[in-house]
Nanobody, 128 residues
Framework: QVQLAESGGGLVQAGGSLRLSCAAS????????MAWFRQAPGKDREFVAG????????RYADSVKGRFTASRDNAENTVLLQMNSLKPEDTAVYYC?????????????????????WGQGTQVTVSS
């Protein structure tokens, strides 16, 4: 079992920044791929960013490249998502997730179906 808990969401104006945090507990955190997804009302859950177990391999959605940075601290069992230059279209509930099946050194997959454990989500609202 893995437990994930996101924090750091909130309301911010367009052009602003937020930093999301995901705290993990349970199985060996440092062995697994971690990822961030988001889901806006009426839309499917979409991949935002993912990291290999070391953080050395990263993957970003085209919509956030150059604005968002994902990182992880395996000593603290934490994954971060630094979000800069936020846009109204970034408004969504943001989730962290872990894939305990795929090899931890692999390129993170973008499909939510590949991820085994999810946090409860944190709301990010960007006003125009």
């Amino acid at each position: 079992q893995v437990q994930l808990a996101e924090s750091g969401g909130g309301l911010v104006q367009a052009g602003g920044s937020l930093r999301l945090s995901c705290a993990a507990s349970g199985r060996i955190f440092s062995s697994y791929i971690m990822a961030w997804f988001r889901q806006a009302p009426g839309k499917d859950r979409e991949f935002v960013a993912g990291l290999s177990r070391s953080g050395g391999v990263t993957r970003y959605a085209d919509s956030v490249k150059g604005r968002f940075t994902a990182s992880r601290d395996n000593a603290e069992n934490t994954v971060l998502l630094q979000m800069n230059s936020l846009k109204p279209e970034d408004t969504a509930v943001y989730y962290c997730a872990t894939d305990v099946t795929q090899g931890g050194a692999s390129l993170p997959t973008t499909s939510p179906w590949a991820y085994d454990y999810w946090g409860q989500g944190t709301q990010v609202t960007v006003s125009s």
